[in-house]
Each structure stands twice: as structure tokens, then as C-alpha cells.
């Protein structure tokens, strides 16, 4: 088969508010290659700012989500060129995949089938996660001689229980959609024929929240991991009013709308935020 160029690693579409962007290297199962690595970051970086993008979905064409990491292009092809082809190529997939971790729009791996070791940081990086039942999720590593890098061992550590994940990393079998949604590496799994209904499902409902409250909220979820509950307590203060600083009236119009006009209820659901600004703030 034709080695596909560069621009066609990646594939994307912009369909109402939502941002689908796929691997596109099927016939290789999408394994990712310096190349993809590459255009990957290009991609996320322009979707990233637009205004008619307020979610992004990664997922896979064909019948992977991500095979890992490219054994020929990214390992053997990178070590003939010594150090510095080894570093670029880390440098190319550990960058997206930390600019994705970062990103200003909500962000869902939506994992349609395979999913290896290396994919497991791309799937770390987005905010939430939904699997078809068919779809593999494995740290194969082990099976071909190498430890669970890439962050591969610190996804399992951070996602599974102790157990869960020294069995997931040390016997190189797999788990499915379902055990992959038990075990806490996805929100969600479903049968693939219906995983892109429930993931739009859930990406309309992230675009009708507040687009600043809700970069400050994934930031803020990630954060706090690694801080003491004082350090969280502070930084929690500081980043919501570093948040005022882009939007100081979506809250006033949220309390508005529950307090003066009685129109919705936050327990129940989100404040128009189309209306905000509109009216002068009460609070
Ligand atoms: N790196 C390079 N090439 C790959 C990769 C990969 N990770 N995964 C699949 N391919 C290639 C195959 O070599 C094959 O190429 P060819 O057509 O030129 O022979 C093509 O993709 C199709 O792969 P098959 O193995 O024929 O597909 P199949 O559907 O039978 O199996 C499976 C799919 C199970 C995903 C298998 O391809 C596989 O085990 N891939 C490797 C998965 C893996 O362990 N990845 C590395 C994880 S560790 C890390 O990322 C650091």
C-alpha cells in the first residue's frame, strides 16, 4: 500500500461546535509515526483558538484507535540516527500529547478500537474518555521487551488501583471496553455502533456550559492532583479569579437567572449563557 504523506496522517472535521479529529493511518492501525506526531500537533493547534470549535474528539479511522507507537518509523528508523533522532521523535509525540493535556477546549478520546501503550498518553491527555465494548486497551509493551514509557506507566498508576495496574503492566494481556470502564481508564463504554451518538451526546452538553469556567475546571481537576489540600485551597481561589479576568459575567448572569428570574436551576442543569451580558448583573 501507498505510504501515506504527511498531511494525511491526520484527518478532521468541524461539524456544529465539535472538532473530530482522527489518526488516520488505518492500514497501520494508526500506529503513531513521526510523521502523524507532527501533523497531529499542527492540527490540535489550529482547531485549538477557532470559534466555531468548542469540543474536540480524538479518535480513529478504521478499526484502531491507536496501535501505540510506530515500531519501524519511531523506534528503528528514529535510533539509526543516533540520540537526536530518538529525542525529536520524543520531543514530536510528547509535545502534542502535553498541549492536548493543556488545551483550551474540553477535550474527549472517544476509542473506537485498539488502544497501546503509547496511545495511552494522547488518552490521558483528553478530559474524558468513552470506549465501544469491542475496543482493546492493552500495555503491550512488555510483550515486546520494553518498559511502559511515553507516560504510559504513570497513566496506569494515575488511572487504575495499585493492583489493576502493576497486572496491566507486567502481563501484557489485555482488557476490553467494558473492564477498561470498571477499571476507571474511560468514563464510558457502549457498543461501537452507538459510542458516537452517546460521545455527541456528551460533547453538546460540554458546549452549552461556560467555555472559560470550564477551561479553569479541567486545568483545576489536573492540577490539585499533585498539591496539598492547602496548596488546592489556594490555587483553586487564584484560578477562579484569574478566570473573572476573561469572563466576570457569566457567574453574575448564572446567579441572575437562578436568584431574580428563576428560570433554571444550577442543581439541574446550565444558565443561558447566550444570554450573558445581556442584562445588567444583580450581584
Ligand atoms: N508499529 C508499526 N506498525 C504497526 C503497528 C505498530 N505499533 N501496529 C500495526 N502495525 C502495522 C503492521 O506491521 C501491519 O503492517 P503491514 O501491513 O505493512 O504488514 C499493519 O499495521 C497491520 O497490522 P496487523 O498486525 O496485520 O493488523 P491486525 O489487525 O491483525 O492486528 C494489532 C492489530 C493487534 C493492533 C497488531 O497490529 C499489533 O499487535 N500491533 C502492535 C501493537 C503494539 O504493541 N503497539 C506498541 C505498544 S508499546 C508502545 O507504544 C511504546
Not at 456544529?16 to 488516520?24: E, P, Q, R, S, T
Not at 503513531?32 to 479518535?59: C, H, W, Y
Not at 469491542?134 to 487504575?160: D, R, T
Request: with cysteine.
Amino acid at each position: 500500500m501507498q505510504e501515506s504523506s504527511e498531511s494525511d496522517t491526520v484527518a478532521y472535521t468541524v461539524e456544529d461546535g465539535i472538532a473530530w479529529v482522527k489518526y488516520n493511518r488505518p492500514e497501520k492501525r494508526n500506529a503513531q509515526s513521526p510523521k502523524l506526531n507532527r501533523r497531529m500537533r499542527e492540527v490540535i493547534d489550529a482547531l485549538e483558538f477557532r470559534d466555531d470549535v468548542g469540543v474536540l474528539v480524538l479518535t480513529g479511522e478504521g478499526d484502531a484507535f491507536c496501535a501505540g507507537m510506530d515500531l519501524k518509523e519511531y523506534f528503528r528508523e528514529t535510533e539509526a540516527q543516533g540520540l537526536v533522532g530518538t529525542r525529536r521523535a520524543q520531543r514530536d509525540a510528547y509535545g502534542w500529547w502535553e498541549r492536548l493535556r493543556w488545551y483550551q477546549k474540553p477535550t474527549i478520546a472517544m476509542v473506537n478500537g485498539w488502544c497501546f501503550g503509547g496511545a495511552y498518553g494522547p488518552l490521558f491527555s483528553c478530559d474524558l474518555a468513552f470506549a465501544a465494548d469491542e475496543a482493546q486497551f492493552g500495555l503491550s509493551e512488555i510483550n515486546w521487551g520494553i518498559l511502559p514509557g511515553g507516560g504510559a506507566a504513570k497513566v496506569a498508576a494515575e488511572l487504575l488501583p495499585f493492583r489493576k495496574a502493576m497486572y496491566h503492566a507486567m502481563m501484557g494481556e489485555n482488557v476490553d471496553g467494558r473492564t477498561a470502564a470498571e477499571w476507571g481508564l474511560v468514563n464510558e463504554s457502549h457498543p461501537l455502533a452507538m459510542l458516537k451518538d452517546r460521545v455527541t451526546e456528551v460533547a453538546k452538553v460540554l458546549l452549552g456550559k461556560n467555555p472559560v469556567a470550564l477551561k479553569a475546571t479541567k486545568d483545576a481537576v489536573r492540577r490539585v492532583r499533585e498539591m496539598t489540600y492547602d496548596n488546592a485551597m489556594d490555587y483553586l481561589i487564584r484560578a477562579q479569579e484569574a478566570a473573572n479576568f476573561f469572563d466576570n459575567q457569566g457567574r453574575k448572569e448564572g446567579i441572575r437567572q437562578f436568584i431574580d428570574e428563576k428560570s433554571y436551576k444550577p442543581g439541574l442543569g446550565a444558565y443561558d449563557k447566550d444570554r450573558a451580558g445581556s442584562t445588567t448583573s444583580q450581584s
